[in-house]
């Protein structure tokens, strides 16, 4: 799992190559995205826990992990079952990523994490969704009870104005069909490619990774890529990619070319 680089954050993350430095894990359990670990962990846990934080459908940098909608709805339930509040990070999932314009579209967490394309990359910006049974715990005209959170470029007007014509963007382009329109030309490019050295090629909407079995087959990929147009940064065993929704049609069969390529040259 990884869910960002600040402090409690990183106590929720799981990537030795990220937090080596921060090892604090006290009162964390870490759990694969499948049923059987899902149910066990609550079963163990669930009157312990607070709460449960997931990228949902899609784990970014935690893996490339793509997994069924079955185990979120489930999660809901045994969240509900043991009054644990349910997180979905869609820092990296949100506005379409996955294919669902939100996984929260789809199965409702109690507090939603957006950023990355809240603003179109164009500025930093996050934000963090809740709904009432979580902002009246901490709604109140009693500072003691009241949510003392508040970081110098909180509610920035300038990132908020962005975020906000970004949004009106989304809708208005319909962002959706490009990002179906992504997933239908990645499906249709990778059809049939396969190489012994792969261990799995996975789409989701937006979202491409060919995993393969040894982290030392990409070694020499990234500077590849860039001699042929191409920005790209594997880690571990994952070469993946994440293009921008406005990417062209021919850019993007270009860009799994040389991902393709790379195995062939
Ligand atoms: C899933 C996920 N959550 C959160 C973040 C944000 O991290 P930070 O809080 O370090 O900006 C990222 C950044 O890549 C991410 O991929």
């Not at 949100?94 to 929260?104: C, L, M």
């Not at 009693?142 to 990132?159: Q, W």
Request: negative net charge; charged residues 25%.
């Amino acid at each position: 799992a990884y869910h960002g680089d600040t402090f409690m954050a990183m106590k929720v993350g799981d990537d030795e190559d990220y937090h080596f430095a921060f090892k604090e894990k006290k009162g964390v359990i870490h759990i694969p995205t499948k049923l059987p670990a899902l149910e066990e962990a609550f079963e163990k846990y669930g009157n312990n826990l607070i709460c449960f934080i997931v990228e949902p459908l899609l784990q970014g940098a935690g893996g490339m992990q793509m997994y069924d909608i079955s185990f979120l709805k489930r999660a809901r339930e045994l969240c509900d079952q043991y009054d644990v509040i349910l997180i979905f990070d869609e820092v990296a999932t949100g506005f379409g990523r996955t294919g669902n314009r939100f996984v929260a579209d789809l199965v409702l967490p109690d507090i939603l994490v957006l950023g990355k394309a809240l603003t179109g990359g164009y500025i930093g910006h996050a934000v963090t969704v809740a709904n009432h049974k979580i902002y009246n715990g901490f709604y109140s005209d009693d500072p003691t009870h009241a949510l003392m959170h508040g970081p110098t470029f909180m509610g920035n007007a300038l990132a908020c104005t962005v975020a906000l014509k970004s949004i009106e963007l989304f809708e208005k382009e319909d962002y959706m069909s490009k990002i179906k329109k992504i997933s239908e030309v990645t499906k249709r490019e990778m059809q049939g490619f396969s190489d012994p050295r792969i261990k799995e090629v996975r789409i989701m909407g937006g979202c491409v990774c060919i995993e393969v079995y040894d982290s030392n087959t990409l070694n020499g990929f990234q500077e590849f890529a860039y001699q042929h147009g191409v920005f790209s940064r594997p880690f571990l065993t994952y070469m993946y990619a994440m293009v921008p929704y406005i990417i062209k049609e021919d850019e993007l069969v270009h860009v799994l070319d040389v991902m393709k390529a790379w195995f062939r040259h």
